[in-house]
C-alpha cells in the first residue's frame, strides 16, 4: 500500500511570462517488496520476493521554473531533492547484503532553451538542453563485500532544424541534432560484480519530416 502526500503551488507571473512551480510531497510505502537471495553462500541463484514490514518513505522537493521573456525565446529549469528511508526490516530480511532503494538520485537538474525566429520560408528553430542527476543506486541488492556501480545521469543534447515549410500540402522540416553533445559516458544500468552498461557515445543527425 503506498500513501502519498503532496503540498504545492503553480503561478503564472508577468501576464505570463513567466511560469513558477513548487511542490514538496511523501510517498510511505507499507511492507515493500523486496527482492533477497535465500542462500547467498550456497545458491546464489536462489532469490525471492518478500514483504519488508515497515514503511519505506520516500521524501523529496521540486521546483520548475519556465520563463519567456522575448517573443521565440523559451527558458526552463527544474530541480529535485529526494532522499528514502529504509525500514529496520531491510537490515533483518537479509542480513548479508545491503538492500537499497534504487534511482533515488539525492539531486537532479535539467535546463532546456528554445528559441525560434521566422526566415521566410518558415522558422529557424534552436534547441539545447543538458541534465544532471547525482549518484544513485541501480541495484537493489549488494552483497557485503561486493561491488557495484551507481547510476547517473550528466548528458547534453543540441537541435537545429528549419521547420513550418510549406510545400503543397505538407509542412516540411529538416533539422541537425547532437546527443550526448559533450561525449561524457557515465552508467545507465548497473548490476553487482561492478557490471555497468554506460551512456551511448556522442551521435550526430539529419532527420526530414512533413506533417500533412
Keep these: 500500500m503506498n500513501k502519498s502526500f503532496e503540498i ?21 510505502i507499507h511492507n515493500r517488496q523486496i527482492t533477497s537471495q535465500l542462500d547467498p553462500a550456497g545458491d546464489p541463484a536462489i532469490t525471492d ?27 526552463s529549469a527544474t530541480y529535485a531533492y529526494l532522499h528514502g528511508k529504509r525500514p529496520e526490516s531491510y537490515f533483518t530480511i537479509d542480513p548479508l547484503a545491503d ?24 522558422d529557424l528553430a534552436f534547441h539545447g538542453d543538458y541534465a544532471m542527476a547525482s549518484d544513485t543506486s541501480g541495484t537493489g541488492r549488494v552483497a557485503f563485500g561486493a561491488y557495484a556501480y551507481d547510476i547517473r545521469r550528466d548528458v547534453a543534447n543540441a537541435r537545429m532544424a528549419l521547420q513550418n515549410v510549406e510545400v503543397g500540402p505538407a509542412r516540411w ?28 557515445p556522442r551521435t550526430y543527425g539529419v532527420e526530414l519530416g512533413a506533417s500533412f
Design 8 to 28: 504545492g503551488v503553480k503561478s503564472d507571473l508577468i501576464e505570463r511570462r513567466l511560469r513558477v512551480n513548487a511542490a514538496l510531497f511523501e510517498n510511505r
Design 49 to 75: 520476493t518478500l514483504n519488508a514490514p515497515g514503511v519505506t518513505r520516500i521524501r523529496g522537493a521540486e521546483l520548475e521554473i519556465i520563463a519567456a521573456p522575448t517573443a521565440g525565446l523559451q527558458v
Design 99 to 122: 538492500v537499497r532503494i534504487q534511482s533515488l538520485p539525492k539531486h537532479a537538474v535539467t535546463v532546456a532553451i528554445d528559441y525560434s525566429v521566422p526566415v521566410g520560408i518558415g
Design 173 to 200: 522540416r529538416l533539422a541537425l541534432f547532437a546527443k550526448n553533445l559533450f561525449d561524457t559516458a557515465y552508467p545507465v544500468f548497473t548490476a553487482p560484480g561492478a557490471n555497468a552498461i554506460l551512456s551511448p
